[in-house]
T-cell receptor, first 114, second 104 residues
């Protein structure tokens, strides 16, 4: 069964540094997402991406965040200047359509900001 | 009112028990509904989609009540392996999850 893959599985960075989290969505999916889950808290929507542009973003997704699909397979989340409170699990997901198909998640990247 | 609200839990039940979770939503235009399970420190995994007519998958039954704006998940004959957090999802928005622990 096709999978969403994420790298790295764990990223440790110092406050103020830039990080890029990488994802390879399922190949025939058209909609891509990033979610965040702070330890012990709920899964929070960050952003959705379709047709090479952001289709929706949450209030969490401020100017320090950006997403990109640099080639035909990768989907990246960049955090420009990390803060301690950015420490969380970041999940990438993809789906076949905008609303009705379920999300398929990658294994996540645990980001630790020190 | 929150967009998606779930039973706070936690639910602690013996093996073999039947347990039900509810999830209420505020956006009456919501069109797609799902139940996911999440094991500790793992990604959410799709358990089942929820259809208007209700649907069943083995020991799991999902129902949708549009008039009252809630969905439910029923687990029959609970197994130890059912212990997890159950997340209701409306469109692309997640509830906070309900923790289930099934004990021997």
């Amino acid at each position: 069964e096709p999978e969403v893959t994420q790298t790295p599985s764990h990223q440790v960075t110092q406050m103020g540094q830039e990080v890029i989290l990488r994802c390879v969505p399922i190949s025939n999916h058209l909609y891509f997402y990033w979610y965040r889950q702070i330890l012990g808290q709920k899964v929070e929507f960050l952003v959705s991406f379709y047709n090479n542009e952001i289709s929706e973003k949450s209030e969490i997704f401020d100017d320090q965040f950006s997403v990109e699909r640099p080639d035909g397979s990768n989907f990246t989340l960049k955090i420009r200047s990390t803060k301690l409170e950015d420490s969380a699990m970041y999940f990438c997901a993809s789906s076949g359509d905008r609303v009705n198909s379920p999300l398929h998640f990658g294994n996540g990247t645990r980001l630790t900001v020190t | 009112r929150k967009e998606v609200e779930q039973d706070p839990g936690p639910f602690n039940v013996p093996e073999g028990a039947t347990v039900a979770f509810n999830c209420t939503y505020s956006n009456s235009a919501s069109q797609s509904f799902f139940w996911y399970r999440q094991d500790c420190r793992k990604e959410p995994k799709l358990l089942m989609s929820v259809y208007s007519s209700g649907n069943e998958d083995g020991r799991f039954t999902a129902q949708l009540n549009r008039a009252s704006q809630y969905i439910s998940l029923l687990i029959r004959d609970s197994k130890l392996s059912d212990s997890a957090t159950y997340l209701c999802v409306l469109g692309r928005r997640f509830g906070a999850g309900t923790r289930l622990t099934v004990k021997p």
